[in-house]
């Protein structure tokens, strides 16, 4: 047998192995939770198709899809008539997945038949866990999430993924579609996420309010902050949490400079800067927080479309006032631009940033330098909305420590310009 016929009968064998064991690790809920097919049954099936298509016999690997199919139909009804709760469909459609685990491994496809078959046993496992999440939902959290689908995975996907230029009295900014509309569904997933964090966490310390509020809303929690402080709360307390948001803040915007650059040249220059306002606003709060003090978050609805379709539109129109601000007056265009936008949404500031940089109409110190900008507007809103408290101290104390980290940040975005 020559090396060749030996690497392929080892590769075959390999994946025949696999298929099986990735079978007997999707059964092991099964038989845990006492069900008529088990580790064996799952096993022999991965092992089945594993084994059709290595033969590469179309024909047969037809038949023993509509025998398991057949074998999972038997299944469903025999729980029907043994009058269980309902005529359940789990065991049957886990069978159909642990048929085509085998056939993905054996046609070489090894990440994706051993992808499909952990998230299969982790949906198995957190039955209970995802029934309660499920029970605890309102009908507009149920439509949010329907919504938020959609636009991820119905309308990204229609998009154009070439570039597209717009011009207006003979400039023009070059951009592609689908990087603006992915950055619209980044952050509004990171609503949902953090919407869910509060929802589950509630008031239990600063670290929820003011971080993952943060992500969620900056200004509900400064708006919560406000309330809390005049209402005779902790000044400490208060500076903490709007020190937190902002650290949440420029992280997002941080995620969204590095994360949608990959494979344009990432846009590293951003980490220094931001990573300061980050890592002081997390200084700030473990020193001014009482801990022992709780704060709700009013947030509403994770996602509406309506905002949604708004965060679309203003990335937009914040790209095309940038590049063509760029285009017009140079970078003192832009950096005017971001500023401006910043006063609004930094994320969308940091976006038009960042699509300008990826294609290649800015360098990435003058895009890191948009982004601080941007980023050092939303402070300064929270700061302005911080010094109407009838508390001064904690209107001083809002002031003083966002002075600091944006001073900072800025020495350090001065140096990458000058270097």
């Known amino acids: 047998m020559g090396a060749v016929e030996t690497a392929f009968v080892d590769d075959t064998v390999a994946a025949l192995v696999l298929a099986a064991a990735l079978g007997l690790f999707l059964g092991l809920e099964r038989e845990w939770s006492d069900k008529r097919a088990g580790i064996r049954t799952f096993a022999l099936v991965s092992l089945a198709a594993a084994v059709f298509t290595v033969l590469e016999r179309p024909l047969l690997l037809v038949v023993g899809g509509a025998f398991v199919v057949v074998v999972a139909a038997v299944l469903g009804v025999q729980g029907l008539l043994e009058q269980a709760e309902g005529l359940s469909l789990t065991t049957s459609t886990t069978l159909l997945i642990a048929y085509g685990i085998g056939v993905l491994v054996a046609s070489g496809l090894v990440l994706e038949g051993v992808t499909v078959a952990v998230v299969s046993s982790l949906l198995l496992v957190l039955r209970t866990e995802l029934h309660d999440v499920a029970d605890a939902l309102s009908r507009e959290e149920v439509r949010a999430g329907s919504e938020f689908a959609i636009l991820a995975f119905v309308v990204y996907?229609?998009?154009?993924?070439?570039?597209?230029?717009?011009?207006?009295?003979?400039?023009?900014?070059?951009?592609?579609?689908?990087?603006?509309?992915?950055?619209?569904?980044?952050?509004?997933?990171?609503?949902?996420?953090?919407?869910?964090?509060?929802?589950?966490?509630?008031?239990?310390?600063?670290?929820?309010?003011?971080?993952?509020?943060?992500?969620?809303?900056?200004?509900?929690?400064?708006?919560?902050?406000?309330?809390?402080?005049?209402?005779?709360?902790?000044?400490?307390?208060?500076?903490?949490?709007?020190?937190?948001?902002?650290?949440?803040?420029?992280?997002?915007?941080?995620?969204?400079?590095?994360?949608?650059?990959?494979?344009?040249?990432?846009?590293?220059?951003?980490?220094?800067?931001?990573?300061?306002?980050?890592?002081?606003?997390?200084?700030?709060?473990?020193?001014?927080?009482?801990?022992?003090?709780?704060?709700?978050?009013?947030?509403?609805?994770?996602?509406?479309?309506?905002?949604?379709?708004?965060?679309g539109g203003l990335f937009l129109a914040v790209l095309l006032a940038g590049g063509l601000a760029e285009a017009r007056f140079g970078t003192g265009g832009l950096y005017l631009a971001a500023l401006l936008a910043g006063l609004v949404s930094s994320a969308g500031a940091t976006a038009s940033a960042v699509v300008l940089y990826d294609s290649g109409s800015v360098t990435g110190v003058e895009a890191t330098v948009a982004v601080l900008l941007a980023t050092a507007a939303s402070i300064a809103v929270k700061v302005g909305l911080c010094a109407f408290a009838a508390d001064r101290t904690f209107a001083r104390g809002v002031a003083a420590t966002s002075a600091a980290l944006l001073a900072a940040a800025g020495g350090i975005t001065a140096l990458l310009a000058a270097a």
């Open 157 to 311: 996907p229609l998009l154009p993924a070439a570039e597209r230029s717009v011009g207006v009295a003979g400039m023009s900014v070059t951009f592609r579609p689908r990087v603006v509309w992915l950055m619209v569904v980044f952050v509004a997933g990171i609503g949902i996420v953090n919407y869910a964090l509060v929802r589950l966490y509630g008031g239990r310390g600063v670290a929820v309010t003011g971080f993952f509020g943060g992500l969620a809303s900056s200004t509900a929690v400064v708006g919560a902050t406000l309330d809390h402080v005049d209402r005779g709360g902790a000044a400490g307390y208060g500076v903490a949490a709007v020190a937190l948001a902002n650290a949440s803040m420029a992280l997002r915007n941080l995620v969204i400079a590095v994360g949608f650059t990959v494979g344009a040249g990432v846009l590293l220059e951003p980490v220094l800067p931001l990573g300061v306002v980050v890592v002081g606003g997390l200084a700030v709060a473990a020193v001014a927080a009482d801990r022992s003090a709780s704060m709700d978050v009013d947030l509403d609805s994770p996602f509406a479309l309506r905002y949604a379709l708004g965060a």
